[in-house]
Nanobody, 114 residues
Framework: VQLQASGGGLVQAGGSLRLSCAASGTILSINVMGWYRQSPGKQRELVASVTSGGSTNYAGSVKGRFTISRDNAKNMMYLQMNSLKPEDTAVYYC?????????WGQGTLVTVSS
């Protein structure tokens, strides 16, 4: 599975961005896709995940501000990020997992200025 993340950029605090992740390859019908982020000096952390059935999970720090969604027909996943804060600055990675495999995309940089 290949994952291509896009949509990062520079935004002021309080602004919004929408990240996209395009998946290609052999995608099983039962899977979990997610967004992770990593900022300098910190470990990669889960931001949000969504199952192929539509169940979602969010990190406490983004709950109520970020919304994860996916379009299974198009093999796309999105992360709508609102009310962005400087602490959201990080490289955001999309991920795919099924019963046997896990993959990461290349990451897209989100920078939130104060």
């Amino acid at each position: 599975v290949q994952l291509q993340a896009s949509g990062g950029g520079l935004v002021q605090a309080g602004g919004s961005l929408r990240l996209s992740c395009a998946a290609s390859g052999t995608i099983l019908s039962i899977n979990v896709m997610g967004w992770y982020r990593q900022s300098p000096g910190k470990q990669r952390e889960l931001v949000a995940s969504v199952t192929s059935g539509g169940s979602t999970n969010y990190a406490g720090s983004v709950k109520g501000r970020f919304t994860i969604s996916r379009d299974n027909a198009k093999n796309m996943m999105y992360l709508q990020m609102n009310s962005l804060k400087p602490e959201d600055t990080a490289v955001y990675y999309c991920s795919y997992s099924d019963y046997a495999r896990s993959y990461w995309g290349q990451g897209t940089l989100v920078t939130v200025s104060s």
